[in-house]
């Protein structure tokens, strides 16, 4: 039977007290979402949220935009007030922080300020996210050096940027928190620069659509390096010197952003969000991820999938058994005036993982040409040569566009295994100022199956 | 086999020359869509439109943006020009009035300024359109009286309208064109006033979205009067007078725009777009149309579902067997500054079709309220009550709220016959200037299963 709504099944407690305790480490997307939604589908459950900081249910995505100054209040990015949170009945631990699990005892260990403390569980979530990267480099203890991951670095970089000598930045990776920082920082008007390893920016797109998002970045004044990499960050005087195997760039403040962690040390968990250890879930940052198009679990941490995730984990830990349906790695990024998005598969990956990718890019208007306003989408899309199955696609284009939500067209025809050309068969709103009788998801399923070649 | 290229399939012709001679009547979005894709498919076709006025191919969507003068020149409507259409090899024949086709003999004839002409044909598509209703009000003859359907309509409107002393324009009929062209007169800052029979706004959504699109329009500086029948229009002196059955309008100039057509007169097709007569196919507002949620065959002519229409026809009557899929009413449409959208089945059809609907509200930002520019968008989600399937939405918000491309997801999720909580597997695209972790959709979704009555 299907669940499809909050009283549509019972919960089966079977501890001596009657209700479910449910423990939770870790208050960012996937905690938060874990222990929601366990409220939601059982009222009586004792749900605890340990976490390390002081900041519960904070929107990370949006520390770029609080570094900006386009969001003026750090409050401004919790997604719910602590009161909200406790409102639902879930008891916040704040500086607690989890070292150890006694899985056998059913209880978990924190410090704390005033020392340690121990939780039972009849169920547990872990949602502790995962730790950045420190890339091999010379001179990260600088001050000056800063590597952005969790709300506390982010202010510790904001007090940073109201120093009055702070007018010049260096961000070392140019992944989409990479240059939506330089984005952030151009607002303030400080000297940026970009420095990226490998040859072009942005490589979770083309090298075709990272070079839009390159010219978007020059345009907007930002200074890119790529296939530079970053060997050794020096004090200088008044300043931070960062040395590239290409040139050496003054630089009052580095920032470390934009690594991408390998699939190493996330752990391994089912499509219930089971751990293997009874009574043990898990969910966010800090999992593996089932992905729709390829065989094997992939690491691909991002909000989205930590908020379905922990929803998943917490909904079984209080009984249920909701399946996690698994990622297509969609993606939407802000770099100036630029929108990028990406879901599915590229022709890297898809070739190695047993496809056969063609990719066809198209450019064409969002809406009618002739009412105003109109720009450009650059769109790539890639499908199987052997049975037209869609793959994949990438859409770059101006902020009216509607670029995000087109991509969740996409998105949503992936999830159900739609051939390229069956694109043609959804019936797509328009009128003029939004779309064309085609949408141009369309226009590049027409454009890509006009590409086929003669058999 | 599926069709995924242009040469994937060899067309058979049969005819004594060795190429199908295609005969399309109409030149509008069907009859062209149709001739495209048939030369597409098959390069030998020899190809004849034959359309009644000198405007193949021109946006009919868009006469409301030539009206407000948002779009200069007639010429840009065109979605393809005349050399585009020729360069393809297709024989365009303007002014040319089918009056007969005798199916028997394979021959059309038409009507033009220089006489009679007859047309052999292997393959005939009809594309013809439907004409307006002509409501019944007495003094529909008038001058200043207009009824905006074909290009030429709106040439001789514009007429009016650049005539000095066109100050005020009542619209009878607030459907979505009739809006559309109160915000274009707006734009041209007339007064306007927009008489609507039924009791809200846009029959087309409920009416708790139709008030706030009432809002939009009178706070827009649009006098709405609903429940209002017009009954008569009269010449008195230098204006017209628009007798309703509350009160007495004077107006310059009255619109007759937003009529719905019934079912009635509508030629009955197959999947393939075929009429059942021999080598006859047919397409766009002149045909029923199949919806996927309705067991039968419904009207719904909407330029969309007139390009499918043709494609599918065009490529079917050079030797194909492509099947329309089907639409799923899905619309959008501007007004003033509000977007409003729609797919699927609201409850009164819902029930009329042996479902059991639930429909459920949510207003929530269309982005992270936090990053500036957040606008809020009304969802109504409609389910099923017994086994949670999706049935449809509406969505109305500000124009940079993604809302056509919103309804989209949910229009391709409806072709999928998802359930309402399976909106919430999607893996849909998010950062903070475009979503939330979340998709105002997915949280729509979650509402609709939170509301769930208790079993």
């Not at 295994?417 to 068969?425: A, G, I, K, M, Y």
Request: with cysteine; glycine share 10%; hydrophobic share 40%.
């Amino acid at each position: 039977v299907r669940f499809i709504g909050k009283n549509l099944w019972s919960v089966s407690t079977g501890d001596r007290h009657g209700m479910t305790r449910l423990v939770i480490v870790g208050g960012s997307d996937a905690g938060i979402s874990a222990a929601l939604r366990a409220r939601e589908v059982d009222p009586a459950a004792q749900i605890d949220l340990l976490l390390t900081d002081r900041w519960p249910d904070y929107s990370i995505c949006g520390l770029p935009y609080l570094l900006s100054g386009e969001v003026r209040r750090t409050e401004d990015l919790a997604h719910r007030t602590r009161e909200d949170i406790e409102a639902a009945g879930i008891t916040l631990h704040l500086e607690h922080r989890v070292d150890t699990i006694d899985a056998r005892a059913h209880r978990v260990r924190a410090r704390t300020a005033i020392g340690e403390r121990e939780f039972s569980y009849d169920a547990l979530v872990i949602g502790t996210g995962a730790m950045p990267q420190r890339p091999p480099i010379d001179g990260l203890h600088h001050d000056g050096v800063h590597q952005l991951h969790a709300v506390g670095d982010a202010l510790e970089l904001a007090d940073r940027l109201t120093h009055p000598s702070a007018h010049r930045a260096v961000i070392v990776g140019a992944g989409y928190i990479g240059l939506e920082m330089a984005d952030a920082l151009r607002l303030r008007e400080l000297d940026v620069a970009v420095v990226e390893r490998l040859p072009e920016v942005m490589p979770t797109v083309d090298p075709q659509i990272g070079q839009l998002v390159r010219r978007t970045l020059e345009g907007g004044g930002v200074e890119v390096l790529t296939a530079t990499a970053v060997s050794r960050i020096a004090r200088d005087g008044n300043g931070l010197q960062v040395h590239t195997d290409l040139r050496t760039l003054d630089a009052e403040l580095g920032l470390q952003a934009g690594a991408r962690l390998g699939a190493a040390g996330a752990l391994a968990v089912d499509e219930q969000m089971r751990t293997g250890v009874p009574g043990v879930w898990a969910a966010g940052d800090c999992v593996h991820t089932h992905h729709r198009l390829l065989a094997e679990p992939t690491y691909l941490p991002l909000g989205t999938t930590a908020h379905k995730q922990g929803r998943t984990a917490g909904e079984n830990a209080v009984g249920g058994s909701r399946r996690f349906a698994g990622v297509l790695g969609t993606q939407v990024v802000k770099i100036l005036d630029l929108a990028v998005a990406a879901t599915g598969l590229r022709d890297d990956s898809a070739l190695r993982n047993g496809y056969r990718p063609r990719t066809e890019q198209l450019v064409v208007p969002d809406h009618k040409r002739y009412y105003p306003g109109a720009v450009d989408l650059t769109i790539r899309l890639t499908g199987d040569e052997r049975d037209g199955r869609l793959l994949g696609a990438q859409i770059a284009g101006g902020l009216s566009g509607q670029v995000a939500k087109r991509i969740d067209t996409i998105a949503t025809a992936l999830h159900h295994r739609l051939t390229v050309d069956e694109l043609n068969d959804l019936d797509l709103s328009y009128s003029p100022p939004f779309s064309a009788p085609w949408d141009p998801v369309q226009a590049a399923a027409q454009a890509w199956s006009a590409a086929a070649p003669a058999p």
